[in-house]
């Protein structure tokens, strides 16, 4: 999988929005965005994923750059249980399933 | 549905012992990974499997590990024997066909070797 890039840590506040960023400029044009999230002493969770166009479902939104060198994942209106490690993972559609790759993620701090 | 299904919860085991990792898929599912995350390595992935078979398991550590998938609704992750620095939490996860589909991941077990 290519690499991407996330700071290490970010913090907001209790019902505000929170934008995650990911810097992928080596992406490949079959590698899908992938999020996952991993909550404290839990395993990771699926947040969701996307190719050129912007997504959404029920817990985040994902924008994708023009280019697709970089996305931000959206929480619209953070809570505590929001509270965790963000990965950002690209994963090529060009095969079968395969694993995931993680790198460090982002530390997500939300404060009441 | 009930998810991904790993036992034990957590395990503490001495050193030399044989461990035993459990994960029991959703079903349906055709691929089943197996992950370890330590504070120093982050989350790496161990092996997988594809309808029972093991595609990639350059994860692997050492021979000390094996794993095993007899069916489609059950896997083991063997260490034999075991290590202080095999200390970690495993993962086990799964998912359906397509690289553009989500893993679904179990809760984990929690391995201490003394």
């Known amino acids: 999988d290519a690499k991407t890039t996330q700071p290490n840590s970010m913090e907001s506040n209790e019902e505000e929005p929170v934008h995650l960023p990911c810097n992928h400029s080596t992406i490949s044009g079959t590698d899908y965005i992938h999020w996952y999230r991993q909550l404290p002493s839990q395993g990771p969770e699926y947040v969701i994923h996307?190719?050129?166009s912007n997504v959404n479902n029920r817990m985040a939104s994902l924008a994708i750059a023009e280019d697709r060198k970089s996305s931000t994942l959206i929480l619209h209106r953070a809570t505590l249980r929001d509270a965790a490690v963000y990965y950002c993972i690209l994963r090529d559609s060009g095969g079968g399933a395969d694993g995931l790759t993680f790198g460090k993620g982002t530390h997500l701090i939300i404060q009441p | 549905d009930a998810g991904v299904i790993q036992s034990p919860r957590h395990e503490v085991t001495e050193m030399g012992q044989e461990v035993t990792l459990r994960c029991k898929p959703i079903s349906g599912h055709d691929y089943l990974f197996w992950y370890r995350q330590t504070m120093m390595r982050g989350l790496e992935l161990l092996i997988y499997f594809n309808n029972n078979v093991p595609i990639d398991d350059s994860g692997m550590p050492e021979d000390r590990f094996s794993a095993k998938m007899p069916n489609a609704s059950f896997s083991t992750l063997k260490i034999q024997p075991s290590e202080p620095r095999d200390s970690a939490v495993y993962f086990c996860?799964?998912?359906?066909?397509?690289?553009?589909?989500?893993?679904?991941f179990g809760p984990g077990t929690r391995l201490t070797v003394l």
């Open positions: 996860a799964s998912s359906l066909l397509r690289a553009t589909l989500a893993q679904f």
């Open positions: 996307g190719l050129t």
